[in-house]
């Protein structure tokens, strides 16, 4: 298994990706994926473009590009949100680290366990090339398909696909994101195509 655990950098993007210990559970219920969610929306997402996110029973999966300082600098001037001392990047590791933890003591009292839930420290990948880029939102999309989970990705509750299909979404950057791939129809023509290079995407990841 290879460990990408380089620094976030600012205006960089990466796919971000871990699991639960041994492969173990992490979400159970609807409540456990929607306040995953929630602490996301409200504690990170302020700070990156999210690209797409989706997550499953064992781990997740999110694609995020880091905002500069300066951006940040102006969304905190308006939103009263904290501002990072230090590396934009290291804030939101240590950001995003804090909701996995909380996370984890959320899901110990409900399941009356103890000790770690996240394989650690979570693992991120930079993102290099456009081609690529388009590929993984696909791969991240198609993800409840190929683990079996869910039978239909476009209906999949917990991943950023219904997300590009409102017209207000919560999280992602639909605007940016659709600009990958030209538009709206294009987007959605791309997940139905052939899925070979997502499936070679899948081989140096997690799964």
């Known amino acids: 298994m ?7 950098i600012e205006n960089k993007v990466f796919h971000i990706y871990t699991r639960g210990i041994d492969k173990k559970p992490i979400f159970l219920s609807d ?4 306040s995953f969610l929630w602490k996301y929306q409200k504690k990170v997402s302020p700070y990156v473009d999210t690209y797409a996110f989706c997550l499953l029973g064992n781990h997740f999966h999110l694609l995020v590009r880091i905002k500069t300082y300066e951006e ?9 949100l904290p501002k990072p001392k230090g590396r934009v990047g290291l804030f939101i590791s240590r950001t995003l680290g804090n909701i996995m933890n909380s996370h984890a003591q959320m899901f110990n009292r ?3 366990r103890t000790g770690g839930l996240f394989e650690s420290p979570f693992r991120r990948k930079p ?31 917990y991943s950023s696909y219904q997300e590009y299909l409102k017209f207000k979404p ?3 950057n639909k605007k940016e994101g659709l600009n990958f791939f030209g538009n709206q129809a294009i987007f959605e023509k791309f997940h139905e195509t052939d899925t070979s290079t997502e499936e070679k ?7």
Request: net charge positive; proline share 5%.
């Open 2 to 8: 290879k460990n990408f655990t380089e620094p976030l």
């Open 31 to 34: 409540k456990h994926y929607r």
């Open 72 to 80: 940040i600098d102006k969304l905190t001037d308006l939103k009263l």
């Open 110 to 112: 409900a399941t009356d």
């Open 127 to 157: 993102v290099e090339s456009l081609i690529y880029l388009t590929h993984l939102i696909k791969y991240i999309h198609l993800n409840p398909v190929k683990h079996e989970i869910y039978g239909n990705y476009e209906f999949y509750p």
């Open 170 to 172: 919560r999280i992602i």
């Open 201 to 207: 995407i899948s081989k140096i990841l997690i799964e």
